[in-house]
């Protein structure tokens, strides 16, 4: 990965760094917002002791380094699927999505709460992040405190309205602005330790450890709050397909780490001096003259820490989508040049609305922490353990090793699993409901797949036996050439097999496509089509995508039609689509997940659009299926 890029013929140094900052270090770049603050009121608010201040900062230190430098930014990070990262990357190189049983099985599960657990924290990101910002204005302007909640409400509104121009557009300045955040983040930090030099004695661990000790009963609480600090951190897992490992290994050590650890020093260094600092502690860090240009930049902050939680679970969902573990919702591709930049317009107005609740339901970011954090936390979990599965199987590490890597990793993670699952009866409830009703739909639209592969089975038969049996006689030949979408290659299409079956009508050509998601991102061109003459009639066709590639079925099988003397402008695509009957009784899990799935296939994208088929030519036979 190149260090400049080239800009008017200049060589512009670090520019994809910049960049990085704007959308893979929003979420974990506003934490000192709202991070050092919980914990003080975690370890007693006004009543904490300087020995308090210095353990606190201890363990938000040492939390960054463990969890997010070491497990994330020098491990993790190179367990890239053709560069791509996240949770769902982990599944795909496990091949879990591919007929698991057993242990593989339960990896499969562990992926997929994580995933879940992930776009439950979507909801709640830009609510904690924009609502930590605007109650700026309880220090800078304390009048004006009761608009706290409205402007909160708009501001989350007006980042969900923007996504449908594409984050081309809205994050031009995504990378100045945070750098020039981050910088604030330094400077004031600076600002802050001059005042009271022995808060750096909080870079010994020992401090950590003697907090914990000495509050036994408030250690889980402690916990709780110091994990906000490193919310972020699986962000650098999820955003590895946008700049690549050595891009955000840079940006980390260079700028967003040490300006995140001098703020929050900083802010230590002031409670040490102005007890009174712990009712805010990050604005009150602010000399008086810069607390309104502050206010402005954090809201900035969080508006793109918020544009970048959302467009990761627009990433994350398409790979569900693509995978088989969410149903097809339309995607619109934003940007000419970069297929990860896509706009889901279903999904991003549950998350508006439900974001907006949540911000009028809390009322403030002190509410709403208690029910932050335990989403990430379950998430990383799954990213280790699925993390170590990996590395037994490609890494070929010696036991011992592989024994320290996972006992090391569950340590910090557990830990903080634990604390944050504290939380549950005092607003932890929210994101693990979010989560379940998300897990809810992946398993029911998995199996209610599968369970209409069986079901398909009775209408059709194998394509060999199809071809076998030939032209019946009297049979109408229609001239133009039709194209079939199939499920599987070997299986006659439903619609095909009914128009010969039941209206005697079959096709001068009959090209059955078969369209094939991947186990990586991206699919090459010359991998992308398979053809094979069945016969002087039927051609198969086997069309390969990469699970972040945009499926366009038409403008891939036009050069490999052609060539075998087909006009594709002149065929007309003959498509099944099922009319899904749940059981008329509910006796269980089964039938409930049945209910589930039929709804979500009446409401799913239609064929026609999610492959892109030209409508004026695209005919739909449907048929019945009971589950």
């Not at 914990?39 to 020995?51: F, Q, T």
């Not at 036994?216 to 897992?237: D, H």
């Not at 970069?338 to 889901?344: E, G, L, P, R």
């Not at 030939?470 to 006659?492: D, E, H, N, Y």
Request: charged content about 15%.
């Amino acid at each position: 990965m190149a260090k400049g890029v080239s800009v008017g013929g200049r060589s512009v140094p670090f520019a994809a760094e910049v960049a990085a900052l704007g959308v893979v270090f929003g979420d974990i770049g506003t934490s000192p917002l709202y991070a050092f603050k919980q914990g003080l009121l975690a370890v007693g608010g006004g009543a904490v002791s300087d020995a308090d201040v210095l353990g606190l900062l201890s363990l938000i230190t040492w939390s960054i380094i463990l969890s997010v430098t070491i497990k994330y930014v020098m491990l993790v990070l190179r367990a890239d699927n053709d560069g791509e990262g996240g949770i769902l990357a982990l599944v795909t190189l496990l091949d879990l999505h591919r007929s698991s049983t057993g242990k593989r099985l339960w990896l499969l599960v562990v992926g997929l709460i994580g995933a879940a657990m992930l776009i439950g924290d979507g909801v709640l990101t830009p609510a904690m992040s924009v609502l930590s910002a605007i109650e700026g204005l309880e220090v800078i302007a304390p009048a004006l405190d009761h608009w706290i909640v409205a402007l909160t409400v708009m501001v989350v509104l007006a980042v969900f309205l923007s996504q449908r121009a594409g984050t081309d557009r809205i994050g031009a300045f995504y990378g100045p602005v945070m750098l020039l955040w981050f910088s604030a983040l330094g400077g004031l930090g600076v600002y802050g330790i001059v005042q009271a030099p022995q808060v750096l004695w909080a870079l010994d661990p020992q401090y950590g450890v003697a907090l914990l000790v000495a509050h036994p009963f408030l250690s889980g609480a402690v916990l709780g709050a110091t994990f906000l600090a490193i919310t972020g951190g699986e962000a650098l897992y999820a955003d590895l397909g946008h700049f690549g490992r050595p891009v955000i290994t840079r940006a980390w050590l260079f700028v967003a780490m040490p300006a995140l650890l001098l703020n929050y020093y900083g802010q230590g260094a002031n409670v040490l001096v102005h007890r009174e600092a712990v009712r805010n502690p990050f604005y009150d860090l602010s000399p008086d003259p810069l607390d309104l240009p502050l206010l402005i930049l954090a809201a900035c902050a969080t508006v793109i820490a918020s544009q970048a939680i959302i467009t990761g679970v627009f990433s994350l969902a398409k790979q569900a989508i693509e995978l088989g573990y969410l149903p097809p919702m339309r995607i619109s591709y934003t940007s000419e040049h970069n297929d990860q930049h896509i706009y889901i317009g279903r999904l991003n107005w549950i998350m508006m609305l439900a974001c907006a609740a949540i911000v009028v339901s809390f009322g403030s970011s002190d509410r709403l922490a208690s029910a932050y954090g335990i989403a990430v936390a379950m998430a990383m979990v799954a990213t280790t353990v699925l993390f170590v599965a990996y590395v037994k199987r490609s890494w070929n590490w010696p036991l011992p090793a592989l024994i320290g890597l996972a006992g090391g990793l569950a340590v910090i993670d557990i830990s903080f699993a634990a604390a944050n699952l504290t939380k549950l009866h005092d607003g932890g409830w929210l994101p693990v409901t979010i989560a379940a009703i998300v897990l809810v739909v992946m398993v029911s639209w998995r199996r209610g797949l599968e369970g209409l592969g069986l079901q398909q089975r009775r209408f059709t038969e194998p394509l060999d036996d199809f071809i076998a049996r030939g032209k019946p006689p009297a049979c109408a030949v229609s001239p133009r050439t039709a194209i079939f979408l199939s499920r599987g290659g070997a299986v006659t299409p439903v619609a095909l097999g009914r128009l010969s079956d039941l209206l005697n009508i079959q096709f001068s050509k009959a090209v059955i496509v078969s369209v094939w998601i991947a186990s990586r991102p991206r699919v090459a061109v010359d991998e992308r089509v398979r053809v094979t003459s069945l016969d002087p009639v039927h051609v198969r066709v086997d069309v390969r995508f990469g699970y972040m590639q945009q499926i366009d079925v038409p403008s891939v099988l036009g050069p490999a039609l052609y060539a075998q003397g087909i006009d594709p402008d002149d065929a007309v695509y003959v498509i099944g689509h099922e009319r899904v009957i749940p059981p008329e009784e509910i006796r269980g899990v089964r039938d409930v997940l049945a209910h589930v799935f039929a709804f979500l296939a009446r409401n799913a994208e239609r064929s026609v659009d999610r492959f892109g088929l030209p409508r004026p030519r695209t005919i739909e036979i449907g048929y019945p299926v009971r589950l």
